[in-house]
């Protein structure tokens, strides 16, 4: 049951993000990403990670697809005219096949043995997955989370030099 | 509700990024005070900070002090990374003042946007946790891009903002991408606990999920360093980025990558050597002989000197293939000595050209020679340390790096690197032909120095000389921060 639920999920995301770059109205792309990110925050509930479920729809989903919505506007994006080149389309094709066959020959041949970590659904039941996220964030990750700031104030200052009108 | 056991958090180990990151901030609201004719004080503020960074660092040299539960180390290998990365800030700084003025973008929040990309790299050279490694590039990255595209008036600087931005997206997918897989296969992100699991375990090259982890991620970083195949970005956005940026772009970065490369090969995954050194020699050749022989055709100066910064990313991966102690010494040392060399020649190419990226040509060089003869100088010395003509201290950077391919028993890469060096001779020689054999065709007009200027000529000339006659003591220094 968990598995074919699964498969819609996942064949729905695929199909979704396909239709992101093929669609050729900037908007229909758009809600097509949407519809990938709701796919994805199925999937975190499936992993039993429900924060990280609610964050995917509300940072994602809900705040930036709004910008980015409200930049095809500004920008007045027209539907793009003509098609791009069979060239292109076929390198992309066969380069995209070949990593297939790669990823295919990698999940039959090899062991994919990985290390079980200490956090379980009975743990995240118990403590919740927001306050485990929290403290790994907190102590482990102190860091790399302070280092996130550095990094959105870098692409806030970039932002304003590259687009105000004047400086 | 239990209380959070916070680790100890040891702040002498990021007290320099925390310095500059310091700097840099108050950089960027001094800025609102300043006029527009005056922005090129900020750089000498910002050289301040940077000099007192520098001397943060050195009394560190020696120790190798852990903070924040492993995610951040200072050590030697560190140290000697970050020396570069600041000396190559600060030279880049020296010389961007005059050349904003020139192009009419004088606006000064550049200066703690090189701060900000010198942080990045600080933290790439000194993470321990894939996490700080990558966010450290994060930081990096997105301060270049918008530096490549700083020159806003300029469609050329335009494109290479948006061209190195949409590439180095893709590319940090991969990086990304390759430390979930590690991840994945291990159950840590620390590079200590990767290699000791990956030790106690027995997981080896059996185990494809941490092959392919090793080989995105080896993507990820062969793309910040230009290698070939992925470097098709370098040539367009070293052009179109405003100059002083493409001299920043071509030293800091590259030793960047190059330092959380070897971090995370060498010390992360020893245990894939066989895997990653026979990708590497494929790399390295690869990149080496598309480099030069592109090079060779090339009209546009900084166009030419963008494929060399390719062919010279070749020699490194030739010493990293090695793996061993000299080939990792040889690293330092060439990058280190490459910083001066680079930035050297680059500053030249900003005194010759004029607004608008104009006089940018081989051609353009003619007579130069003559008109300016210690200009002249100063940049066939840049010019011979390219090409790896000794006493200059890119001979001995080729040397230890290609010695140390012999070691490990690269016989052939060695061949193919020392071939490679032979046919760069060529497209290096061609600009001096140009500088003492040809007749001008338009009159030079007297190239204006600032002080600034002659320090930086100053410092790149010393650092490519005295590297190169007295070797022993930087070499020594470099052994004493190689990682194993």
Redesign the interface.
């Known amino acids: 049951m968990e598995t074919l639920f699964f498969l819609i999920v996942a064949a729905i995301a695929v199909i979704c993000s396909l239709m992101v770059v093929t669609n050729k109205n900037p908007i229909n792309s758009a809600l097509s990403l949407i519809m990938t990110f709701f796919c994805l925050a199925t999937l975190y509930v499936m992993l039993e990670a429900p924060f990280m479920a609610a964050i995917q729809v509300i940072v994602y989903a809900g705040a930036i697809m709004v910008l980015i919505v409200f930049v095809i506007m500004l920008l007045n994006i027209k539907s793009e005219a003509g098609r791009r080149t069979s060239h292109a389309l076929f390198m992309g094709i066969s380069v995209g096949l070949l990593l297939l066959v790669q990823t295919w020959y990698?999940l039959v041949?090899?062991?994919?043995?990985?290390?079980?970590?200490t956090v379980d659904s009975a743990m995240i039941s118990k403590v919740g997955h927001t306050e485990l996220i929290?403290?790994s964030l907190?102590?482990?990750?102190?860091?790399?989370f302070e280092?996130?700031s550095?990094?959105l104030?870098?692409?806030i200052?970039?932002a304003?030099?590259?687009s105000k009108k004047k400086? | 509700m239990d209380t959070i056991a916070i680790p100890a958090i040891n702040l002498a180990v990021i007290a320099p990024e925390v310095v500059l990151s310091v700097v840099a901030m108050a950089l960027l609201l001094i800025n609102v005070f300043v006029k527009s004719e005056q922005k090129g004080y900020l750089g000498y503020l910002s050289i301040a900070g940077i000099l007192g960074t520098l001397l943060m660092l050195i009394p560190a040299w020696g120790s190798s002090v852990e903070g924040f539960s492993g995610t951040i180390i200072q050590d030697n290998f560190a140290i000697f990374f970050k020396v570069i990365f600041l000396i190559s800030a600060a030279m880049s700084i020296l010389i961007t003042d005059k050349y904003l003025e020139r192009e009419g973008c004088n606006q000064g929040e550049i200066y703690p946007l090189i701060l900000f990309a010198t942080v990045g790299m600080m933290l790439m050279a000194s993470g321990t946790d894939l996490m700080t490694i990558f966010l450290g590039l994060e930081v990096l990255s997105v301060s270049l891009y918008v530096l490549a595209g700083f020159n806003r008036n300029n469609i050329k600087s335009n494109e290479a903002g948006l061209k190195y931005f949409l590439l180095g997206a893709f590319s940090t997918g991969f990086l990304l991408y390759g430390m979930a897989l590690t991840y994945g296969a291990t159950g840590t992100t620390k590079i200590a606990k990767i290699a000791s699991y990956i030790a106690m375990n027995g997981v080896s090259s059996s185990n494809l999920m941490l092959v392919a982890g090793m080989i995105l991620m080896s993507t990820g970083f062969a793309f910040k360093v230009a290698a070939a195949p992925f470097h098709m970005w370098t040539p367009d956005v070293y052009e179109g980025a405003p100059t002083p940026m493409t001299a920043f772009m071509s030293v800091g970065p590259k030793a960047a990558g190059f330092a959380a490369f070897a971090r995370v090969l060498l010390v992360a995954l020893p245990a894939l050597k066989p895997e990653w050194s026979s990708l590497l020699w494929v790399l390295a050749v690869l990149t080496m002989t598309v480099g030069n022989i592109t090079a060779l055709y090339q009209q546009n100066i900084k166009r030419m000197l963008a494929y060399s910064s390719i062919a010279h990313a070749g020699y490194i991966l030739v010493g990293f293939t090695a793996g061993n102690a000299v080939g990792t010494a040889g690293i330092l040392f060439y990058m280190l000595s490459y910083a001066f060399m680079n930035i050297g020649a680059f500053a030249i190419i900003i005194l010759v050209g004029k607004k608008g990226e104009e006089n940018s040509n081989v051609s353009d060089y003619a007579g130069f020679g003559y008109r300016h003869p210690v200009l002249g100088i100063a940049f066939c010395i840049f010019l011979f340390s390219l090409a790896g003509i000794p006493p200059a201290a890119g001979f001995i950077g080729k040397f230890y790096l290609f010695s140390g391919a012999i070691q490990a028993g690269y016989i052939w890469l060695a061949v193919i690197g020392v071939l490679n060096s032979a046919a760069s001779v060529y497209y290096y020689l061609r600009v001096m032909v140009f500088m003492y054999f040809k007749e001008p065709t338009e009159d030079f007009e007297w190239v204006k120095l600032t002080p600034a200027f002659v320090l930086c000529l100053l410092i790149a000339v010393i650092g490519v000389l005295v590297p190169g006659v007295l070797p022993g003591l930087f070499l020594e220094l470099a052994q004493k921060a190689v990682l194993m």
Do not use: M, N
Not at chain 1, 109 to 117: A, M, N, Y
Not at chain 1, 138 to 144: A, E, G, H, M, Q
């Open positions: 990698l041949k090899s062991s994919l043995s990985s290390v079980r970590g929290g403290k907190f102590t482990d990750f102190l860091l790399p280092i996130t550095i990094l104030l870098v692409a200052v970039g304003v030099v590259l400086l």
